[in-house]
């Protein structure tokens, strides 16, 4: 059984920083990208970033290009989305995802995390 589970969410004054963890377990965690999506109350998912399985090839939305990082420890079966200049809009629940390819898009993503909210306030 595949599971994904985020850590690291939580409180953070605008202009702070977060950083996210996805422990995978059930896959081998080295053969498939990897990515992060959020969700606001009564929006759609918004892809957020991906990354490859070999970690040399990442993509980002628009809106975070610049401030937030992805990375993976293929060893350690983690992904993480580090997030700086953090601004009261990225204030929603972050999901880790996993899929044969990145994609932008949520219905693309067969294996989800549960979610951790990250708050960011003014």
């Known amino acids: 059984q595949v599971q994904l589970v985020e850590s690291g969410g939580g409180l953070v004054q605008a202009g702070g920083s977060l950083r996210l963890s996805c422990l995978v377990s059930?896959?081998?965690?080295?053969?498939?990208?990897m990515g992060w999506f959020r969700q606001t109350p009564g929006k759609e998912q918004e892809f957020v970033a991906c990354i490859s399985r070999r970690g040399d090839s990442t993509s980002y939305a628009d809106s975070v290009k610049g401030r937030f990082t992805v990375s993976r420890d293929n060893a350690k079966s983690t992904s993480y989305l580090q997030m700086n200049s953090l601004k009261t809009e990225d204030t929603a629940v972050y999901y880790c995802?996993?899929?044969?390819?990145?994609?932008?898009?949520?219905?693309?993503?067969?294996?989800w995390g549960q979610g951790t909210q990250v708050t960011v306030s003014s």
């Open positions: 995802v996993s899929n044969r390819a990145c994609s932008t898009r949520a219905g693309d993503y067969e294996y």
């Open positions: 059930g896959r081998h965690f080295g053969s498939f990208p």
